[in-house]
């Protein structure tokens, strides 16, 4: 009953500020909502834009219905309530956006709603940096196994550094941070063909300590993992770094895209990522990048993509890093202006 009535009051008081702040702005022509959150987010925008006589439209990322059950199971009276609530007010929008082709399907043949898909991109500052970039950034987080200045001052890589390992986690159920590690410790079971590894994992959430301490326990000979805390704007720097990225993301309703793949992508870097229903939107096996569904594909993939490494570079890399360029010629702006501007503007008129 206490977390019942904490929740309410959160509505609540959520539902009154979110009113009281669209309500003092200028009047607004659009408004434009992403979900999730949908609860009282869908509900208070869509009243808003019936006073104003806006138009109302909503950016599907995912369905919150699905990430409540996450925690709650399928069955609990919350989850069916958000969903009944997200199904009510999704019909009500005069226009929709989504993040895959298949929200798109499933929007229509589940609430006959009609979106039109707009795949998310990358920032301006995920972008490929040079030599001396990465060495600055390396040097700042102590690390120092990956370059060094020559006697002219230039900087090179060692010949004998280790691979260098990215991924980025939210700490979260949805996300099995134990695969990973059990996939390092094949990798660090495995034969001297195979070079010193260093793992680099970003994010915070609920979780974080419980694995920090399951970290410190390891006692590793080749894998090294470390969990530093990053300024925002050296994130994109340590993607651009890193030899290969690896995402864990398993969506809760099986129809969005991890946008750290999307970072990823953008700096450059081949992704190892956790298969899901509509991964191949973004990422395509032995094309674009690799997928995995266990440990034992996520550390065969590592093992495979260094052998030999420095010395040996895979030869996927280049395959899959001219797609990657594919990827990364169309930006965020030309993509809205091609997918999404249109919408705005016929709901303009």
């Not at 987080?141 to 991924?167: A, C, H, W």
């Not at 992508?265 to 096996?285: I, M, Q, T, W």
Request: proline share 5%; with cysteine.
């Amino acid at each position: 009953v206490p977390r019942i009535i904490a929740f309410l009051f959160k509505v609540v008081w959520q539902t009154l500020t979110l009113f009281w702040a669209i309500l003092v702005k200028r009047k607004s022509d659009i408004v434009l909502v992403q979900n999730p959150p949908a609860i009282p987010t869908l509900a208070v925008c869509w009243f808003y834009c019936l006073l104003v006589n806006a138009k109302f439209i909503i950016d599907w990322h995912n369905y919150a219905y699905s990430i409540l059950a996450l925690t709650l199971g399928s069955n609990a009276p919350l989850v069916k309530l958000s969903l009944l609530y997200e199904h009510f007010f999704g019909r009500l929008a005069d226009s929709n956006l989504c993040v895959t082709k298949a929200m798109k399907e499933d929007l229509h043949e589940k609430w006959n709603i009609e979106a039109t898909t707009l795949y998310d991109r990358p920032g301006p500052q995920f972008k490929t940096i040079t030599l001396a970039e990465k060495h600055y950034l390396l040097e700042k987080m102590n690390i120092k196994d990956f370059t060094e200045l020559s006697e002219s001052g230039e900087v090179r890589l060692k010949s004998d550094r280790p691979s260098l390992l990215v991924s980025s986690t939210s700490w979260t159920p949805d996300e099995d941070f134990s695969i990973l590690l059990k996939a390092l410790q094949k990798y660090d079971e495995s034969d001297d063909i195979y070079p010193k590894l260093i793992c680099v994992i970003t994010g915070r959430g609920p979780l974080k300590c419980h694995y920090q301490h399951m970290i410190s326990k390891l006692k590793w000979n080749k894998v090294s993992i470390i969990t530093p805390w990053l300024e925002n704007n050296d994130y994109p720097l340590l993607l651009a770094c890193a030899d290969l990225g690896v995402c864990l993301h398993a969506s809760s309703s099986g129809l969005d895209l991890p946008m750290k793949v999307i970072d990823m992508y953008g700096v450059g870097l081949p992704v190892c990522a956790y298969d899901f229903k509509c991964l191949n939107e973004l990422v395509r096996h032995n094309e674009n990048g690799l997928v995995f569904s266990n440990e034992n594909q996520l550390a065969m993939h590592i093992m495979t993509w260094f052998k030999n490494f420095p010395l040996q570079i895979c030869e996927k890399q280049t395959r899959f890093r001219k797609e990657i360029d594919n990827f990364r010629a169309v930006d965020w702006h030309t993509n809205w202006m091609n997918n999404a501007y249109p919408i705005f503007s016929n709901n303009n008129e």
